[in-house]
Nanobody
Framework: QVQVVESGGGLVQAGESLRLSCTTS????????MAWYRQTPGKERERVAC????????EYPFSMKGRFTMTEDNVKMIAHLQLNNAKPEDTAMYYC?????????????????WGQGTQVTVSS
C-alpha cells in the first residue's frame, strides 16, 4: 500500500526555522512526483513545492520562493520541506502528496496520495 506520513510540525516563533518530513512507503521516487501543499481554514489548498527525482531542484510557486526548500532522500524515501525565517502567515496544515509520473506542472488533482497533514503554527 502506498502511503505518505508527514511529521515535524509544531509551534515556532517568527524568524525561526522548521523542517517537515514526509515518510513514504510503497513508492519509489523514480516513479512519483512529490509535493508539499498547505491549507488554512476557509482557504483553498496551495502548493508550496514540488520535486521530481533526477529532475533538478524543486519547483516553487512565485509566492513561495526564497524561504522554502524541498529535498528528497532517495535512499530513505523521505521528502523534506525546510522553512526558514518563518512568518505568522505560514501558519497552516502542511500536506505531503505523491503523484504517479514525473510531472510538477499539474494541479492538485494529479497528486492522488495524500497524508493527514502536520500543523505548523508560527507565533509573532
Amino acid at each position: 500500500q502506498v502511503q505518505v506520513v508527514e511529521s515535524g510540525g509544531g509551534l515556532v516563533q517568527a524568524g525561526e526555522s522548521l523542517r517537515l518530513s514526509c515518510t513514504t512507503s510503497g513508492l519509489d521516487f523514480d516513479d512519483y512526483a512529490m509535493a508539499w501543499y498547505r491549507q488554512t481554514p476557509g482557504k483553498e489548498r496551495e502548493r508550496v513545492a514540488c520535486i521530481v527525482w533526477g529532475g533538478g531542484p524543486a519547483e516553487y510557486p512565485f509566492s513561495m520562493k526564497g524561504r522554502f526548500t524541498m529535498t528528497e532522500d532517495n535512499v530513505k524515501m523521505i521528502a523534506h520541506l525546510q522553512l526558514n525565517n518563518a512568518k505568522p502567515e505560514d501558519t497552516a496544515m502542511y500536506y505531503c502528496a505523491a503523484g504517479y509520473g514525473l510531472m510538477c506542472d499539474r494541479g492538485a488533482s494529479y497528486f492522488t496520495i495524500w497524508g493527514q497533514g502536520t500543523q505548523v503554527t508560527v507565533s509573532s
